[in-house]
């Protein structure tokens, strides 16, 4: 029998014995009690109590599908009710998009979807609709982003087919689930192309172990697309519809979405919030409270664009300086800025910790100076929103922000003035960290004011800068020419308030790239208010031009606190190792350029051949385009770690196969077995790969390995 018939009929297999239960012989029951008896694990210490039904449902039933393996086991090892209930608290905190509001918009959506899996999905099933494979990926990724259903078509049995994009960091960008009713009556399961395949689905007496003809009669029946689901689950995944072959990736993902809570990204990220709830005694403070804001678009001079940020506290106080016993003060700090695109799907989380301590005479000449932090992301054009955390662990408080922000389109012709910088000075960049140094343009590196809408007291200067972006051109072609520069500010609805200064700078500033920058101190004599800046380029050649705007505000009060500004640590060893590469790469593969995102990719991998994310999104690129020559030169470049995912360890794998090296494809799984061995899918490509060289023994035992791992569990 087919391994793929063998594994569908176990679970049912496995319930029509439970039903008998009461004809088994006593002299058996009595070994089966024994055995299982021997594989209670031994206790440790103090028993653990039996849970009261409320915290055994919430256990079993609420959270079942998304706990970590870890917190089940310290839940069970709580002793008391005091405790468990501090534990759910904490539970659900560490979950809440914005910690420290009353309210938790994670939680409240989990009871949701389990209402709704009840209400729609317990039907016809037998069993609550939590409980049914359609309630687990329901409650786990939460509702489709598109659904088809197939009830009545002719030649099939009922199916479903879920469509996932960003679902999970864990998961890949975009993917199918699809369900079907066995035999056509009863729950719907879980589809797995591999386990089950194309033959399954369909109910013609042709199609009985015949995948081409099932493939044909879901195609006719269907269409061409339900046919290549049929086949893969992942859309990029190259597909043989006139063979029916598939490979175990979609067994693959199933798994990870069955285990989605205990995938490293996942586990990882929950540990770490529990570490910063468990050290962070502060509330979490929302937008607007204790932290400024300023971003700027900027560009490099090789051309690419990247956004540069600074972060302010309020008040000087608003950092917390630890006095030492050496005489020195010290503080640290964590920077955290995730980075969304659209839908707010996470492209990438950039994370910095800084400790540093300084004298007591500098602790003097700063103490009275608002502490700031500026760092850069390297952004390609597009819209993105961005979560700011700025953590204090001497003061144990955490302060959060949002912003939107956008870097312009490079433009094929005319110009962009993508933002303009309020700065409070300006010195010479070291030339060799020029294009790395956040708020550095033109080989200047500018310290900006403490808000993106500045407030300046009458009778002082706005210093502006502009960075103006062009198509790269030949520097020759710029001798002679000129820009004209207009600013112009106001307040808004106040006839005879508006001021304009124009200027000309000559295009020869522009560099190779296509980049040049200019400013402007601009005097304030003008009444308190509301004002507006416009700082206008235009080229009187091409007629072509651009602008950007600031807001600012002018009052008779005191003058903010002058700042105190440190910069990202680690910038230049992130270029080096290629961080900052592979995330240029991510906002790409965000934005659909996945061309612009493979070069970015292979960069990165030039650089550190451990970057797993790297790795993966390059084999996802060349595999959907089936090079498969692509991803083993890729393979030969830069290997693999222990580290590496099973999906991508089978993309490999498969095209070491299309090239004829089977052998080698067989050591790179067997590699991957020992330090995973509880993945079933490894052991059926091993099983796979043994039998195409003849060790049909081999492929036998790895086989059987599978099937016991396949089974479900008697938990």
Avoid at 526 to 543: F, R
Wanted: glycine share 6%; hydrophobic share 35%; with cysteine.
């Amino acid at each position: 029998m087919p391994i793929h018939q063998f594994l569908q009929l176990m679970p049912a297999r496995r319930q029509n014995d439970t039903r008998i239960t009461g004809k088994i012989p006593f002299r058996i029951l009595a070994v089966l009690t024994i055995a299982l008896a021997c594989l209670q694990p031994p206790t440790l210490g103090q028993k653990r109590q039996k849970l009261e039904k409320g915290y055994r449902e919430w256990l079993e039933h609420d959270v079942t599908y998304i706990i970590t393996k870890d917190e089940k086991d310290a839940f069970l090892r709580l002793t008391t009710n005091e405790a468990r209930e501090k534990f759910i608290e904490d539970f659900w905190e560490i979950r809440n998009p914005n910690p420290g509001s009353p309210s938790n918009s994670y939680k409240d959506e989990i009871y949701q979807r389990i209402a709704f899996a009840d209400a729609r999905f317990g039907i016809g099933s037998g069993m609550e609709g939590w409980r049914t494979d359609r309630g687990r990926a329901y409650i786990t990724l939460g509702p489709p982003q598109q659904k088809q259903v197939f009830r009545n078509s002719a030649n099939l049995y009922p199916i479903e087919i879920w469509f996932y994009g960003g679902a999970n960091p864990a998961l890949p960008p975009f993917f199918y689930v699809m369900f079907y009713q066995r035999e056509g009556s009863g729950d719907y399961h879980f589809y797995s192309p591999y386990t089950d395949g194309p033959d399954k689905l369909a109910t013609g007496v042709e199609a009985i172990n015949s995948r081409t003809a099932a493939l044909k009669m879901i195609r006719d029946t269907a269409g061409p697309e339900v046919a290549r689901v049929s086949l893969s689950l992942l859309p990029d995944e190259p597909v043989d519809e006139s063979t029916g072959i598939v490979s175990l990736e979609s067994d693959v993902l199933l798994n990870s979405i069955k285990n989605l809570a205990n995938l490293p990204v996942n586990r990882d990220e929950i540990l770490r919030r529990r570490t910063l709830k468990e050290t962070v005694s502060s509330r979490i403070l929302l937008e607007g409270r204790n932290l400024d804001i300023v971003t700027f678009p900027a560009r490099d001079s090789r051309g690419l664009t990247r956004l540069d940020y600074a972060l302010r506290l309020h008040n000087p106080k608003d950092l917390s300086m630890t006095a030492e016993s050496d005489g020195r003060y010290t503080y640290a700090i964590e920077v955290r800025v995730a980075v969304l695109g659209r839908d707010n799907q996470l492209i990438f989380t950039q994370e910095k910790k800084l400790t540093d301590s300084v004298t007591k005479a500098r602790f003097d000449a700063l103490k009275d100076k608002v502490f700031g932090y500026e760092g850069t992301l390297p952004l390609p054009p597009g819209k993105y929103r961005l979560d700011f955390q700025f953590t204090d662990w001497s003061q144990k408080a955490a302060y959060h922000t949002t912003r939107q922000v956008e870097i312009p389109a490079l433009p094929k012709d005319g110009l962009v003035v993508p933002g303009v910088l309020p700065f409070l000075s300006a010195e010479p960049a070291d030339p060799g960290l020029a294009d790395l140094m956040p708020f550095t343009v033109g080989g200047v590196q500018f310290t900006p004011l403490a808000d993106k809408d500045p407030v300046l007291g009458p009778r002082t200067n706005l210093q502006v800068m502009v960075q103006v972006w062009a198509p790269a051109k030949d520097p020759r072609q710029n001798l002679g020419k000129k820009l004209e520069v207009q600013y112009a500010f106001g307040r808004p609805a106040a006839a005879g308030s508006a001021k304009e200064i124009k200027e000309e700078v000559g295009t020869d500033q522009f560099d190779a790239a296509g980049s040049l920058a200019t400013g402007k101190r601009l005097p304030l004599d003008q009444a308190n208010g509301n004002y507006i800046l416009t700082v206008s380029v235009n080229s009187p050649d091409t007629k072509q031009g651009s602008f950007g705007i600031l807001n600012f505000k002018i009052l008779d009060t005191p003058p903010a606190p002058e700042p105190w500004d440190v910069v990202e640590p680690g910038i230049a060893q992130d270029a080096e190792k290629g961080i900052l590469d592979q995330q240029r790469g991510l906002c790409y593969w965000a934005l659909g350029q996945l061309d612009e995102a493979r070069l970015w990719f292979r960069r990165a991998l030039q650089l550190d051949h451990s970057n797993e994310i790297a790795r993966a999104r390059l084999v996802d690129a060349y595999y959907a385009k089936k090079d498969y020559a692509a991803v083993v030169s890729l393979y030969s470049d830069a290997g693999v770690t222990e580290n590496t995912d099973s999906e991508t360890l089978l993309r490999i794998a498969t095209s070491l196969v299309k090239n004829g090296r089977t052998s080698q494809a067989i050591s790179v799984i067997e590699k991957a077995v020992a330090s995973r061995p509880e993945e079933g899918p490894l052991y059926l490509a091993l099983a796979q790969y043994y039998s195409e060289i003849g060790s049909t023994e081999k492929a036998a035992e790895l086989t059987q390995k599978a099937k016991s791992l396949a089974a479900p569990s008697r938990d």
